[in-house]
């Protein structure tokens, strides 16, 4: 019932920005809480960051604090990750998510949809 779709993904030298963002089908967007989740080579796909439905509430990994900002636009159906100070571990392919309950938000579990991803590549 819900499509998610991700874009903005490419390569980036360290120290660089790349803004993602992810587009909802559907009316209903304002009621789903948002998370970004990412999944590098050989790796586990790991919590990056979340905003609640209506955007009061925000959490990020703790390695990306500071350096990224979660936002949502419920005009567009959109929300976007802003990555800014971009390092080489934050390569891998960005996921984002939508979910009804914001209880363990930074689990994959509680988030029903999931976008196809984006890839970013962070080079040294």
């Not at 089908?25 to 439905?53: C, L, N």
């Not at 979910?99 to 363990?104: F, K, P």
């Amino acid at each position: 019932q819900v499509q998610l779709v991700e874009s903005g993904g490419g390569s980036v030298q360290a120290g660089g920005s790349l803004t993602l963002s992810c587009t909802s089908s559907g009316r209903t967007f304002s009621s789903y809480h948002m998370g970004w989740f990412r999944q590098a080579p050989a790796k586990e796909r790991e919590f990056v960051a979340a905003i609640s439905d209506r955007g009061v509430r925000t959490d990020y990994k703790d390695s990306v604090k500071g350096r990224f900002s979660i936002s949502r636009d419920t005009a567009k159906n959109t929300v976007y990750l802003q990555m800014n100070s971009l390092e080489p571990e934050d390569t891998a392919a960005y996921y984002c998510a939508a979910g009804r309950s914001w209880l363990l938000h930074t689990a994959a579990a509680p988030y029903d949809y999931w976008g196809q991803g984006t890839q970013v590549n962070v080079s040294s």
